[in-house]
T-cell receptor, first 117, second 108 residues
């Protein structure tokens, strides 16, 4: 779904560097999420935001920070990257205003492959 | 605490054979469960949700609260079903907890 974009798509960096991953969406959704995907561990939630003024930690937020600059933008930062943060990172969005009787589907970006040397 | 377990990391079947991807969950509240799929070079996307009781691409999944399971089934697998499948549990405020994922390979 081209409505959720992530930049960069691939990044190689060194230990100790600050890295920012960006997510933009044109779906008009209120909710945005950052996950990391690791083999054998599935997707784990890093941070989530239900609107511009609402940001919450997920299950693995240590070493990460986020910024919700606007409804459409949600950035993930690694203040001082370390090798075990090497992973595939996904942004997702969902709509608070779901139809009655349904639950909000999450729409994923294409992912950012981050390698920390 | 909520938890989703997919016991099989890899599952291989032949085309036309039945396939079942297992998912078990642990949650104290009323569960809402989903299956997401990621085909090669495509984005992770919703396959189906238990609340809709739908069949998508021939797949079905029934929520069994007694066994705390939400297994994904298809009677006749196709090669295009090869993908990574994630079971997910919706918890408070719309957050999803994902299982570890199962890579399904359907051989010709």
């Amino acid at each position: 779904d081209a409505d959720v974009t992530q930049t960069p798509r691939n990044r190689i960096t060194k230990t100790g560097k600050r890295i920012m991953l960006e997510c933009s969406q044109t779906k008009g959704h209120d909710r945005m999420y950052w996950y990391r995907q690791d083999p054998g561990l599935g997707l784990r939630l890093i941070y989530y935001s239900f609107d511009v003024k609402d940001i919450n930690k997920g299950e693995i937020s240590d070493g990460y920070s986020v910024s919700r600059q606007a409804q459409a933008k949600f950035s993930l930062s690694l203040e001082s990257a370390i090798p075990n943060q090497t992973a595939l990172y996904f942004c997702a969005t969902s709509d608070l205003r779901s139809k009655a009787g349904t639950t909000d589907t999450q729409y994923f970006g294409p992912g950012t492959r981050l390698t920390v040397l | 605490a909520q938890r989703v377990t997919q016991p099989e990391k890899l599952l291989s079947v032949f085309k036309g054979a039945p396939v079942e991807l297992k998912c078990n969950y642990s949650y104290s509240g009323s569960p809402e469960l989903f299956w997401y799929v990621q085909y090669s070079r495509q984005r992770l996307q919703l396959l189906l949700r238990h609340i809709s009781r739908e069949s998508i691409k021939g797949f079905t999944a029934d929520l069994n609260k007694g066994e705390t399971s939400f297994h994904l089934k298809k009677p006749f697998a196709q090669e295009e079903d090869s993908a990574m499948y994630y079971c997910a549990l919706r918890t408070s405020y719309g957050k999803l907890t994902f299982g570890q994922g199962t890579i399904l390979t359907v051989h010709p």
